[in-house]
Protein backbone atom coordinates (compact mmCIF):
# COMPACT_ATOMS: atom_id res chain seq x y z
CA UNK A 1 0.00 0.00 0.00
CA UNK A 2 1.74 3.45 -0.94
CA UNK A 3 1.28 6.42 0.86
CA UNK A 4 0.81 9.96 -0.38
CA UNK A 5 0.72 13.15 1.61
CA UNK A 6 -1.69 16.26 0.24
CA UNK A 7 -2.01 19.45 1.66
CA UNK A 8 -5.46 20.34 2.21
CA UNK A 9 -6.68 24.13 3.78
CA UNK A 10 -2.88 24.77 5.30
CA UNK A 11 -2.70 21.31 6.63
CA UNK A 12 -0.75 18.19 5.53
CA UNK A 13 -1.98 14.87 5.59
CA UNK A 14 -0.61 11.39 4.91
CA UNK A 15 -3.33 9.31 2.76
CA UNK A 16 -3.26 5.71 2.30
CA UNK A 17 -3.81 4.37 -1.28
CA UNK A 18 -3.37 1.83 -3.83
CA UNK A 19 0.29 1.75 -5.55
CA UNK A 20 -0.32 3.72 -8.21
CA UNK A 21 -3.35 5.68 -7.26
CA UNK A 22 -0.72 8.48 -5.82
CA UNK A 23 -1.14 11.10 -8.27
CA UNK A 24 -4.91 10.18 -8.45
CA UNK A 25 -5.16 11.11 -5.19
CA UNK A 26 -2.80 14.15 -5.04
CA UNK A 27 -5.38 15.68 -7.76
CA UNK A 28 -8.73 15.04 -5.54
CA UNK A 29 -6.90 16.89 -2.52
CA UNK A 30 -5.85 19.78 -4.93
CA UNK A 31 -9.63 19.84 -5.91
CA UNK A 32 -11.00 19.64 -2.31
CA UNK A 33 -8.17 22.34 -1.61
CA UNK A 34 -8.99 24.79 -4.74
CA UNK A 35 -13.04 24.05 -3.33
CA UNK A 36 -11.74 25.18 0.15
CA UNK A 37 -10.03 28.35 -0.77
CA UNK A 38 -12.97 29.51 -2.98
CA UNK A 39 -15.32 28.95 0.45
CA UNK A 40 -12.09 30.80 2.33
CA UNK A 41 -12.03 33.77 -0.25
CA UNK A 42 -16.30 33.87 0.29
CA UNK A 43 -17.01 33.52 3.84
CA UNK A 44 -13.76 33.44 5.26
CA UNK A 45 -12.19 30.88 8.25
CA UNK A 46 -15.28 30.13 9.64
CA UNK A 47 -13.71 26.69 11.25
CA UNK A 48 -12.44 23.72 9.73
CA UNK A 49 -15.26 20.98 10.20
CA UNK A 50 -17.45 23.93 8.97
CA UNK A 51 -15.18 24.71 6.05
CA UNK A 52 -15.01 20.59 4.74
CA UNK A 53 -18.68 20.26 5.18
CA UNK A 54 -19.19 22.80 2.73
CA UNK A 55 -16.58 22.01 0.56
CA UNK A 56 -17.83 17.88 0.62
CA UNK A 57 -21.25 19.79 -0.31
CA UNK A 58 -19.74 21.85 -2.97
CA UNK A 59 -18.09 18.78 -4.44
CA UNK A 60 -21.03 16.67 -4.58
CA UNK A 61 -22.92 19.31 -6.33
CA UNK A 62 -20.46 19.01 -8.49
CA UNK A 63 -20.75 15.65 -8.31
CA UNK A 64 -24.61 15.65 -9.27
CA UNK A 65 -24.24 18.14 -12.04
CA UNK A 66 -21.56 15.42 -13.77
CA UNK A 67 -24.55 12.84 -13.18
CA UNK A 68 -27.01 15.00 -14.86
CA UNK A 69 -25.02 15.75 -18.12
CA UNK A 70 -24.01 12.87 -18.63
CA UNK A 71 -27.50 11.37 -17.76
CA UNK A 72 -28.79 14.40 -20.75
CA UNK A 73 -26.43 13.15 -23.41
CA UNK A 74 -27.35 9.69 -22.71
CA UNK A 75 -30.70 10.65 -23.67
CA UNK A 76 -29.68 12.82 -26.54
CA UNK A 77 -27.44 8.96 -27.60
CA UNK A 78 -30.91 7.67 -27.27
CA UNK A 79 -32.99 9.70 -29.00
CA UNK A 80 -30.66 9.46 -32.12
CA UNK A 81 -30.63 5.71 -32.62
CA UNK A 82 -34.18 6.08 -31.92
CA UNK A 83 -34.88 8.25 -34.67
CA UNK A 84 -32.65 6.09 -37.05
CA UNK A 85 -30.61 9.04 -37.76
CA UNK A 86 -27.74 8.68 -39.86
CA UNK A 87 -25.17 11.09 -38.47
CA UNK A 88 -21.81 10.20 -39.06
CA UNK A 89 -19.59 10.34 -36.09
CA UNK A 90 -22.12 12.30 -33.66
CA UNK A 91 -23.54 9.46 -31.78
CA UNK A 92 -19.90 8.56 -31.26
CA UNK A 93 -18.75 11.49 -30.32
CA UNK A 94 -21.79 11.63 -28.04
CA UNK A 95 -21.16 8.41 -26.52
CA UNK A 96 -17.60 9.38 -25.75
CA UNK A 97 -18.46 12.07 -23.77
CA UNK A 98 -20.69 10.11 -22.01
CA UNK A 99 -18.52 7.47 -21.09
CA UNK A 100 -16.02 10.62 -20.10
CA UNK A 101 -18.49 12.24 -17.65
CA UNK A 102 -18.75 8.67 -16.22
CA UNK A 103 -15.35 8.50 -15.61
CA UNK A 104 -15.17 11.79 -13.82
CA UNK A 105 -18.21 11.29 -11.95
CA UNK A 106 -17.07 7.79 -10.68
CA UNK A 107 -13.61 9.29 -9.83
CA UNK A 108 -14.81 12.29 -7.73
CA UNK A 109 -17.34 9.85 -6.14
CA UNK A 110 -14.29 7.33 -5.09
CA UNK A 111 -13.33 8.05 -1.48
Known sequence: MAQVNV???GRQYSIGCNDGEEEHITYLADYV???LKEL????GQVGEARLLLMAALLVADDLATAYDEAEAMRGQLDGLRADGAKVSGTAPRL????????AV????QTP
Do not use: P, S, Y
Not at 95 to 102: M, W
Open 7 to 9: TVN
Open 33 to 35: DNR
Open 40 to 43: VNGV
Open 95 to 102: AGIARRLE
Open 105 to 108: AARL
